[in-house]
């Protein structure tokens, strides 16, 4: 197939919108599906070409999971990757993301440290600035909403009580979790980590809204205030 130019050139039953239409998108790979996406490939590299270069570039033999993270800069950097379809393939990331939260919030309960670090790891950790995130749940720790509050710098964030609250408020919160990530990778808290939280445990104390944690995140590892007994 890397000797074909044209995807047309190939025998029906090998081009990917046919073997779409008779065996069904399951049937294709994910260099396939790719390509589908892509529509065109370049001079001497066709779709299917293209698309399974993009996802060697990560190194990674998980097939599509390897282009999740991949920024826009980096798929600028491969050939045949324009503006574009950077942005193509950024949009199917982001939508696949979505889909995937989406029906995960169905039985979800954070009720558990774990859960709750473990359902926003890989939004956070691959962040270069911070971050700063605030997730609202009822009284049974079922996710109500959650909003990004503020986005900082390398090393610094912005966050007061008054932007998260007010959003706890509006949507009938009993608790809320604050999280954040360090692009250091290191989720050790900083002394100013430590002074924030306080102050959104005692606004939280004020309004009857309890801050039940406050996660910071580094590279695949995170720090729960709760957990470690310090809220």
Excluded: W
Excluded at 76 to 88: F, R
Excluded at 117 to 136: G, L, P
Excluded at 169 to 192: E, W
Excluded at 203 to 208: F, Q, V, Y
């Amino acid at each position: 197939m890397n000797d074909i130019k044209f995807i047309k050139e190939l025998p029906a039953s090998d081009r990917p919108y046919e073997k779409c239409l008779m065996y069904g998108p399951q049937s294709l790979s994910d260099a396939e599906l790719l390509a589908v996406i892509l529509r065109s490939g370049i001079k001497g590299k066709n779709a299917i070409n293209l698309a399974q270069t993009i996802l060697n570039v990560s190194g990674s033999k998980d097939g599509l999971l390897s282009i999740m993270n991949l920024s826009y800069e980096e798929l600028l950097k491969i050939d045949g990757v324009g503006k574009v379809k950077a942005i193509q393939i950024l949009c199917v990331a982001q939508l696949s993301k979505r889909i995937s939260k989406t029906k995960a919030k169905e039985k979800l309960c954070f009720s558990e440290v774990e859960t709750i670090a473990d359902y926003y790891m890989e939004e956070m950790r691959h962040s270069n600035v911070e971050i700063f995130k605030a997730v609202f749940l009822d009284v049974k720790c079922n996710l109500i909403k959650d909003s990004i509050i503020s986005i900082g710098t390398n090393n610094h964030t912005i966050a007061v009580p008054k932007d998260v609250f007010s959003i706890a408020l509006k949507c009938n919160a009993h608790f809320v979790i604050i999280m954040h990530n360090h692009p250091t990778g290191d989720p050790t808290p900083s002394g100013d980590d430590v002074a924030i939280t306080e102050r959104f445990a005692k606004a939280g104390r004020i309004l009857g809204i309890e801050l039940l944690d406050h996660i910071i995140y580094g590279d695949n590892v995170f720090t729960s205030f709760k957990k470690d007994k310090l809220l």
